[in-house]
């Protein structure tokens, strides 16, 4: 079944260290987004790519990087920079163009833990 | 800043209706209003989207005023398992370049009461 896949559900860390989060789609979508959710909030976007080798920083790309080097995947790397990387991570991906479907995918999240 | 505007959270009986409002008075012609929900701790889900008639799947209806600045998620018969954030969110039919980000507000979380 086609679908987006994060990885891993739950992760911890020290405080300092990097993380990457894994984010993996066969939708052949070619768009694809990374967000972050704290506790009853809405979902914030940290980056985004529309297509292979490009993405934009989203409203708070601050303390977080990514990369594109493949359609199917978009890693965040969550950096020693960024000040409360304690979060819910979401991944999503949404076909380019039109067509009669459009709606974004999202994967299961990753809960990310700072000690 | 979100193009839409739900109320925070609503109730509603098990096996009535639940009606979301949104509102978007700001749409443009080219925008979809889209539903998603999200269960405590899990990805959103997509529900339905329209762009101005009246829409109606497996899980909802969504009704889009003429002036398309508001619009209704309908749930016919709630379950508890309803119970969830609702989100509201407007984005061109095509995505691909620009600043196509798909912004999410807080929702509305509805709570389906036995």
């Known amino acids: 079944d086609g679908g987006i896949t994060q990885s891993p559900k739950y992760l911890f860390r020290k405080e300092g260290q990097n993380v990457t989060l894994s984010c993996e789609q066969n939708?052949?979508?070619?768009?694809m987004y990374w967000y972050r959710q704290d506790p009853g909030q809405g979902l914030r976007l940290i980056y985004y790519?529309?297509?292979?080798?490009?993405?934009q920083k989203g409203d708070i790309a601050e303390g977080y990087s990514v990369s594109r080097e493949k359609k199917e995947s978009f890693p965040l790397t969550v950096t020693s920079a960024q000040k409360n990387p304690t979060a819910f991570y979401l991944c999503a991906s949404t076909p380019r163009g039109g067509g009669p479907r459009t709606e974004a995918f999202f994967g299961q999240g990753t809960r990310l833990t700072v000690v | 800043d979100a193009k839409t505007t739900q109320p925070p959270s609503m109730d509603c009986a098990e096996g009535r209706a639940a009606n979301l409002p949104c509102n978007h008075s700001?749409?443009?012609?080219?925008?979809?209003v889209y539903w998603y929900r999200q269960i405590h701790s899990q990805g959103p889900q997509y529900i339905i989207h329209?762009?101005?008639n009246n829409e109606t799947n497996e899980m909802a209806s969504l009704i889009i005023t003429e002036d398309r600045k508001s619009s209704t998620l309908i749930l016919p018969h709630a379950t508890l398992r309803d119970t969830a954030v609702y989100y509201c969110?407007?984005?061109?039919?095509?995505?691909?370049?620009?600043?196509?980000?798909?912004?999410f507000g807080k929702g509305t979380h509805l709570i389906i009461q036995p």
């Open positions: 969110i407007v984005r061109p039919w095509y995505s691909g370049g620009g600043a196509d980000g798909l912004t």
């Open positions: 700001t749409i443009s012609g080219n925008e979809y």
């Open positions: 790519s529309q297509i292979v080798n490009d993405f």
């Open positions: 939708l052949n979508h070619d768009a």
């Open positions: 329209g762009l101005k």
